[in-house]
């Protein structure tokens, strides 16, 4: 586990199982939030999203958290690169309310969380199949799931839920 792509639904807890996953590997953390999004919220150019992918999955190893859903121009530039895919599948009652307890969001956002098992699984799911056959991919569907995996890891590298 050397190159890790986290996804899933916004209010999951990506960001929060990206710092502890790379707590337990050493690897370094990159949220895309972070990078894609420009101060006053319009979405990066998708051609200068794809150069910045490039550019980071040139490292040696990594952890890219972020789902960017409907604005993600460039999940295959990752899925290519990666050797471990974790997708966060929680259900839309944790994950709203985790977003509500996190601040106020855009309408857009609240879109693609509602919709995200009937528009965005089943596309992540078939970029997963097309760019990415050889990573290890791990579906973790609720908080117990996520501390099974984190736990097999620091205990002997083994992790349950392989997609």
Same mark, same amino acid.
Request: net charge positive.
């Given at each position: 586990?050397?190159?890790?792509?986290?996804?899933?639904?916004?209010?999951?807890?990506?960001?929060?199982?990206?710092?502890?996953?790379?707590?337990?590997?050493?690897?370094?953390?990159?949220?895309?939030?972070?990078?894609?999004?420009?101060?006053?919220?319009?979405?990066?150019?998708?051609?200068? /999203? @794809?150069? &910045?992918?490039?550019? !980071?999955? #040139?490292?040696?190893?990594? =952890?890219?958290?972020?789902?960017?859903?409907?604005?993600?121009?460039?999940?295959?530039?990752?899925?290519?690169?990666?050797?471990?895919?974790?997708?966060?599948?929680?259900?839309?009652?944790?994950?709203?309310?985790?977003?509500?307890?996190?601040?106020?969001?855009?309408?857009?956002?609240?879109?693609?969380? /509602? @919709?995200? &098992?009937?528009?965005? !699984?089943? #596309?992540?799911?078939?970029? =997963?199949?097309?760019?990415?056959?050889?990573?290890?991919?791990?579906?973790?569907?609720?908080?117990?799931?996520?501390?099974?995996?984190?736990?097999?890891?620091?205990?002997?590298?083994?992790?349950?839920?392989?997609?």
């Amino acid at each position: 586990m050397r190159r890790v792509v986290i996804l899933g639904r916004g209010g999951a807890g990506k960001s929060t199982f990206a710092r502890r996953l790379g707590d337990v590997t050493k690897l370094p953390v990159i949220e895309l939030d972070a990078l894609f999004w420009e101060p006053d919220l319009t979405a990066t150019a998708p051609d200068r /999203w @794809a150069a &910045r992918q490039q550019e !980071l999955v #040139r490292r040696d190893a990594w =952890i890219l958290d972020g789902d960017l859903g409907p604005y993600d121009s460039a999940l295959d530039v990752r899925l290519r690169a990666a050797d471990t895919i974790v997708v966060l599948d929680f259900s839309f009652p944790r994950c709203a309310w985790r977003a509500i307890r996190r601040g106020r969001e855009r309408a857009d956002f609240w879109h693609w969380v /509602w @919709a995200y &098992r009937r528009r965005s !699984l089943p #596309r992540i799911t078939q970029a =997963i199949t097309a760019y990415a056959p050889h990573a290890d991919t791990h579906l973790l569907r609720n908080p117990r799931a996520v501390r099974r995996f984190l736990a097999g890891l620091s205990e002997d590298d083994q992790a349950p839920n392989r997609l």
